[in-house]
């Protein structure tokens, strides 16, 4: 089991940056596939990002491709995700997963293939 814990959502103006953490608990980080989802308002969870429990399979959403970038370091138990060049339409609540796999090069697209799910952090870009 683990337990994941999102950091440094805030309010930025359009065209700035933020950098998303997402702590994990446990001795087995390295055992699990993660994703970045994000929810605004209204609208269905959908997948920002996603990387293999490797690091070295990634996957971005089209609205976010080449904007954000999603990385992971296994020794700190930590996944991050960078957001560049943010818009309003970004806004939205964002909340990390992770998905316990033994397949090292694999993400996973859907929000029911992850188990556990962090709190979420606010993120709102002002235009």
């Known amino acids: 089991q683990v337990q994941l814990v999102e950091s440094g959502g805030g309010l930025v103006q359009a065209g700035g940056s933020l950098r998303l953490s997402c702590a994990a608990s446990?001795?087995?980080?390295?055992?699990?596939?993660m994703g970045w989802f994000r929810q605004a308002p209204g609208k269905e969870r959908e997948l920002v990002v996603a990387i293999s429990r490797s690091g070295g399979t990634t996957y971005s959403a089209d609205s976010v491709k080449g904007r954000f970038t999603i990385s992971r370091d296994n020794a700190k138990n930590t996944v991050y995700l960078q957001m560049n060049s943010l818009k309003p339409e970004d806004t939205a609540v964002y909340l990390c997963?992770?998905?316990?796999?033994?397949?090292?090069?694999?993400?996973?697209?859907?929000?029911?293939?992850?188990?556990?799910w962090g709190q979420g952090t606010q993120v709102t870009v002002s235009s």
């Open positions: 446990g001795r087995t980080f390295s055992s699990y596939a």
């Open positions: 997963a992770a998905a316990l796999t033994y397949s090292s090069g694999s993400y996973y697209p859907q929000a029911s293939q992850y188990a556990y």
